[in-house]
């Protein structure tokens, strides 16, 4: 009977602490493939100084969680060419932190990547989805493709600004204001959803309103629409010429920090049909059709298991 309930203890204590390791030793191995370290973040948490806005602060995640996140920054990573993320790396993003809850001051954000080499992704309130994690992390790391080719720096705000880019918006447009710009105001769509269906009476110079908030977060979302709905977004910039000129800005940009980012990269990334892996890309899709009544059904789904990109599409576009 002793050996038995020895045996039992045993068995119970290498399955907690292999909950434990396993994340562990998965994160290591993708720092083996793709270069990036990925520590882990203690139960106290970690705290990122920044001097333009307030601490950031990152809370462990859960293990369970972690192990459900890793194959998802595996199969966007893997997107990219090695040297891509090589140049990346070398240029200045040396650590991504996986966080359960990320805090900036008291407002909770997704995710946040900063010049001094830290990328931090905050799982609990934003990354429920497939669609949700992907989106951001590809609008991060053209932050840290910015950081790499040492884009000019603005002391005042913290943010790397481009004067070239500026002249593709309209003559009196400023960023921070989500109304101007080729986007309608009676149709209030939230910051962090999708390219709109686009109008041809009205031209387009912004995927959405969240890329009204500053210039490196335009720059972002439109790297990230590429890479996860690169035919639609072209095919919305087909009657946007304002929009295809910042396609081509965004393209040539990588390009200048691997020449492995060219129309073989863009080719083989208009393969591919992200939307159909879960019911919030789903959703986005159907929206950037211009088929708001087929997209309802699977933003409700994604809502239900926790999506706030989901729930404020719910709120602001479809008023449920």
Known sequence: ?????????????????????????????????????????????????????????????????????????????????????????????????????????????????????????????????????????????LHATEHALGRIFNSRTGLFTDPDWNTLNPKDFKYGNPLIGGNDPKFKDPWFIGVMCPKKETPMHFVNFYSQAAENEDRGEVFSFLIMEYKELNRVAAINPPLQKKIKYIKKLVSQLSSTMNEDFWQKISQREAWNSDDLSRGVHERMLCRDADALPWIQKAAAIGSLQAQDLLRYVYNR
């Not at 100084?49 to 194959?71: G, H, S």
């Not at 070398?90 to 809850?101: E, T």
Request: hydrophobic letters at 40%; charged letters at 20%; glycine letters at 4%.
């Open 1 to 141: 009977m002793y050996k038995n309930i020895f045996y039992f203890a045993m068995l119970l204590l290498l399955a907690c602490h292999s909950t434990e390791i396993r994340p562990q030793a998965n994160l290591e191995k993708l720092r083996e493939k793709y270069f990036f370290s990925f520590p882990v973040v203690p139960k106290k948490g970690i705290e990122v100084r920044n001097p333009y806005t307030a601490t950031w602060k990152c809370t462990p995640p859960k293990a369970e969680d972690l192990e459900k996140f890793i194959p998802w920054l595996e199969e966007e990573l893997s997107l990219y060419p090695s040297d891509f993320l090589r140049a990346i790396h070398a240029g200045r993003l040396k650590n991504i932190f996986i966080c359960g809850d990320l805090w900036v001051g008291n407002s909770a954000q997704p995710a946040g990547t900063n010049a001094a080499g830290w990328m931090l992704l905050g799982m609990n309130q934003f990354l429920k989805t497939r669609y949700d994690f992907r989106s951001i992390l590809h609008h991060e790391l």
